[in-house]
């Protein structure tokens, strides 16, 4: 652990350059008779996110896992790149050690927590703005709005991260759009590390419009190569009732074959759709929200729907039973009802409660009741820089759900109860 640390902070230090030292660059010989500095507007930047995890999965042959791991994050943002106005850069390391390692996959036969051992090149790349537009190349972190088709995985201590070929403007007031080839993926765990050929990117395109303030719609390609076509549409707002806030949400996607292959051997047949619908009100620092999510069935073809590069863990449970079906696609389809209510008070700190239902859409031979859950989370702000977490989650088994055609309780995923608990501190510099 000690070793890892130090050698990000080495990292660190050779990419903000002296500046970590005095709060200014150093200049070298050569770049004075050039009269360039090579960066310059250096913002270094430092995460220590230790945790505690705990995983207890009912009638296992398993020990229930107990987790400390700590996320240490070092990075650096570079305003100016070769004196080049609008040229900046981003270089990120993030390391993940265990300090008690009581689980999968740092021990057999103990429950998973998704944290192992890892020290990796999270972000690295350089970004170019000219006029409304900018314009990126390398290894960043890729947000699609809240996360549900392209995001971070963030709650995990070691995130997802792409590499992208991309360009996002404002050609228009009101008018924005992102237009991004993916040529790697980098997962939170390296076995699910991906990479394409150029000529074969994935390609994301999310085009957003802003109506009035009280809507804003969008339509987004998502054309994964080896995986599926993604085409939908959305609309979502906010409405102020004197006092009142009250939010909407509706979103509708159609799954088709995926337009390339590339690492896999034949494309898969896919047809299928989704859509979710959410509507929420807050006021006084309550608020309270509903939602419903259909994944739609295989239909007799290879798959479901399936969203395998969001974060999933932020919309089916934080007990992450239904991960392999949202990531993969649920066979015989999923309906989702989720309904949470909380309390938000910058001298309190926010209080939430959530109940999430989920069924299969179509009969799987083994009952529609997949099963229930509750989460619970409190989170303070202790200091400027300084929050807390506590999170739990309990999920209650009932027939399950199955990613293949076959199912049945051999087959079945989230057949038994899973309770899990965690202890975070953030510290941020």
């Excluded at 997802?160 to 992102?178: E, T, Y």
């Excluded at 309906?335 to 409660?353: F, H, L």
Aim: with cysteine; glycine share 10%; proline share 3%.
């Amino acid at each position: 652990m000690k070793g890892k640390v130090l050698s990000l902070g080495a990292a660190a230090l050779l990419a903000g350059g002296a500046f970590l030292l005095s709060g200014q660059t150093a200049s070298s010989n050569a770049q004075d008779l050039l009269g360039v500095s090579f960066v310059d507007n250096v913002k270094p930047y430092l995460e220590f996110r230790p945790r505690y995890e705990y995983v207890d999965v009912d009638n296992s042959s398993n020990k229930e896992a107990n987790a400390l791991t700590i996320r240490t994050k070092i990075g650096v943002k570079i305003g100016t790149v070769l004196g080049v106005n609008g040229l900046s850069a981003v270089l990120e390391a993030i390391d993940v050690s265990a300090l008690v390692d009581d689980y999968s996959p740092q021990k057999s036969n103990y429950e998973t927590v998704l944290d192992p051992d890892n020290t990796r090149i999270t972000q690295a790349y350089v970004a170019y703005s000219l006029g409304n537009y900018t314009f990126v190349a390398g290894r960043k972190y890729v947000i699609i709005d809240d996360h549900r088709f392209i995001g971070t995985i963030g709650w995990r201590q070691m995130p997802q991260s792409f590499g992208v070929l991309a360009v996002a403007g404002k050609p228009i007031p009101g008018l924005d759009f992102l237009l991004a080839g993916i040529y790697e993926r980098k997962f939170i765990v390296d076995g699910g590390n991906i990479d394409w050929k150029l000529d074969k990117m994935p390609i994301v395109l999310d085009v957003n419009y802003k109506v009035v303030p009280q809507l804003r719609v969008k339509g987004f390609a998502y054309l994964l190569t080896d995986i599926h076509n993604t085409y939908g549409v959305k609309a979502s707002g906010a409405i102020d009732l004197g006092g009142i806030k009250v939010s909407y949400l509706g979103e509708y996607a159609k799954q088709t074959d995926p337009y390339q292959k590339d690492n896999a051997s034949t494309k898969p047949d896919i047809d299928t759709d989704y859509y979710r619908l959410k509507v929420g009100a807050s006021s006084m620092g309550f608020f309270g929200n509903i939602m419903y999510t259909y994944f739609g069935d295989a239909g007799g073809k290879n798959a479901g729907f399936s969203v395998p590069l969001a974060t999933n863990h932020k919309f089916d449970g934080w007990a992450d039973v239904l991960l392999l079906g949202a990531a993969n696609g649920f066979y015989y389809g999923m309906k989702e009802w989720c309904i949470s209510a909380g309390y938000k008070n910058p001298a309190i700190g926010k209080i939430m409660v959530a109940y999430l239902k989920f069924d299969s859409d179509k009969n799987p031979g083994i009952g529609k009741s997949i099963g229930s859950e509750i989460d619970a989370l409190y989170a303070k702000k202790l200091t400027k820089r300084l929050s807390f977490l506590a999170k739990a989650a309990w999920y209650n088994a009932d027939n399950g759900y199955c990613i293949g055609s076959t199912c049945n309780a051999t087959t079945a995923k989230g057949t038994k109860d899973v309770t899990k608990y965690w202890l975070q501190l953030d510290y941020k510099y």
